[in-house]
């Protein structure tokens, strides 16, 4: 069965550093989605991406993070600046349709110093 | 509370039981979806149901949705060890016409369910 794939599985990273996560999804998916979850809370929404553009961001989305779907398989979030607080597993998510389930990776785990 | 709330926060029961979950959510949704984490991995959909729906099965897994309650329930029948794992609820914005839902997720705390060999 098609998987979302993450890589790297985790990330080790210097406050202030520039990170990037990145995802495949499955190849007929046309909606992507990163969330996060920080250890012992819910899973977050951060951003949706569809038709090369961001179609909706939550407020944790500031100008320090980026998404980009540079080729026609993978899709990538950036930090720019790194906080301790953006330690956190990030999920990617993606889906073929509005009405379909959305499909998760296994995530990154994102470790800043 | 808050969107996607479920109850109970840990439940523990012997093999071959059954476990049940319950998610209350505030505002009006498109559909409500049941997702499984096992520790420390990626989150596994199990079940969506849409608003207009009130009971769907896959296998062990029976949900219900009463949307005048603004509330779900996820029973997972003959528990196994195997379904030891964290599972939330999410919920999906309704689309508004002309809007910018895109499908925007909204998770609940969860519910850690132990099943015991």
């Known amino acids: 069965e098609p998987e979302v794939t993450q890589t790297p599985s985790h990330q080790v990273t210097q406050m202030g550093q520039e990170v990037i996560l990145r995802c495949v999804p499955i190849?007929?998916?046309?909606?992507f989605y990163w969330y996060r979850q920080i250890l012992g809370q819910k899973v977050e929404f951060l951003v949706s991406?569809?038709?090369?553009?961001?179609?909706?961001k939550s407020e944790i989305f500031d100008d320090q993070f980026s998404v980009e779907r540079p080729d026609g398989s993978n899709f990538t979030l950036k930090i720019r600046s790194t906080k301790l607080e953006d330690s956190a597993m990030y999920f990617c998510?993606?889906?073929?349709?509005?009405?379909?389930?959305?499909?998760f990776g296994d995530g990154t785990r994102l470790s800043i110093l | 509370s808050q969107q996607g709330e479920e109850d109970p926060q840990a439940l523990s029961i012997q093999e071959g039981e059954n476990a049940t979950m319950n998610c209350s959510y505030k505002?009006?949704?498109?559909?409500l979806q049941w997702y499984r984490q096992n520790s420390g991995r990626g989150l596994v959909h199990l079940i969506l149901?849409?608003?207009?729906?009130r009971e769907k099965h896959s296998g062990r897994l029976r949900v219900t949705l009463d949307t005048s309650k603004k509330s779900s329930s996820l029973l997972i029948t003959a528990s196994r060890a195997a379904d030891t794992a964290s599972y939330f609820c999410?919920?999906?914005?309704?689309?508004?016409?002309?809007?910018?839902?895109?499908?925007?997720?909204?998770f609940g705390q969860g519910t850690i369910l132990t099943v015991h060999p």
């Open positions: 190849s007929n998916h046309l909606y």
């Open positions: 998510a993606s889906r073929t349709g509005m009405r379909q389930p959305q499909h």
């Open positions: 505002t009006s949704i498109n559909n």
């Open positions: 991406f569809y038709n090369n553009e961001i179609s909706e």
């Open positions: 999410a919920t999906e914005p309704l689309w508004r016409a002309g809007g910018t839902s895109y499908g925007k997720l909204t």
């Open positions: 149901i849409r608003s207009n729906e």
